[in-house]
């Protein structure tokens, strides 16, 4: 596997809400990671895909809500969030993509 596609794997999405918009005025954007990645790995991911110094990176793993699917209860699956805090004068915008 190339050094570019684990830097893929390793950020899957960023995560677009009103939080996450809020946050942006901080110099903090928000990912979505799999469950199995670290800080450094993130931290790696970040600086080589967007060409950005990140000053920290802070997680949390959002457990998957119990709700009803065609009225039989299952569950969503547990995500991990990677909030990445940027060195000021970097940015990353996030609606023009990769």
């Given at each position: 596997?190339?050094?570019?596609?684990?830097?893929?794997?390793?950020?899957?999405?960023?995560?677009?809400?009103?939080?996450?918009?809020?946050?942006?005025?901080?110099?903090?954007?928000?990912?979505?990671v799999?469950?199995?990645?670290?800080?450094p790995?993130?931290?790696?991911?970040?600086?080589?895909?967007?060409?950005?110094?990140?000053?920290?990176?802070?997680?949390?793993?959002?457990?998957?809500?119990?709700?009803?699917?065609?009225?039989?209860?299952?569950?969503?699956?547990?995500?991990?969030?990677?909030?990445?805090?940027?060195?000021?004068?970097?940015?990353?915008?996030?609606?023009?993509?990769?």
């Amino acid at each position: 596997m190339s050094v570019a596609a684990r830097h893929y794997d390793t950020v899957t999405a960023p995560i677009i809400t009103e939080k996450t918009t809020i946050v942006a005025e901080n110099n903090q954007v928000v990912f979505e990671v799999p469950l199995s990645a670290s800080k450094p790995a993130i931290k790696e991911a970040i600086e080589q895909l967007f060409s950005v110094s990140v000053t920290a990176v802070n997680t949390m793993r959002v457990k998957g809500k119990t709700k009803r699917f065609r009225g039989r209860p299952g569950r969503r699956n547990d995500i991990k969030k990677a909030i990445v805090t940027l060195k000021d004068g970097d940015s990353i915008d996030i609606a023009t993509g990769l």
